[in-house]
């Protein structure tokens, strides 16, 4: 199956107001599932096999949330990814997150610097 469209909003923890130019980076480590290639390919084509699945398992993206406070993604489900929230208003956030066929529409609030941190991600 192929890749599915995944959208990640950003929401001040008190308010629920949406956040506008956080910068998100996603990163995607996958277990290397390519030396079994071996058993199935040879040559040139085995290399081709390998660049693949690693062009395709090891993702990433750095981008900002729009005016609505969001980024839309594509992934491979399930998938498990690392995500890096950066905002000079609100805490600095790492987490890891998986994904899955019911976290298409992920929310995840911040919290203001100065304030008590929390973090609560929640699919829409």
Known sequence: KGAEEITLKLRDIDSRVSISGVLVYINSKQKDISS????YFSGETLSLAKSFIIDNANYSLSQNTDYTGAITFKAHLPSTYSIHLTHPEYHYIEKTIKLDNNSKN???DMSQLGKKVRV???ND
């Open 120 to 122: 609560r991600i929640s």
């Open 36 to 39: 079994g290639l071996s058993n």
């Open 106 to 108: 992920l929310i995840i």
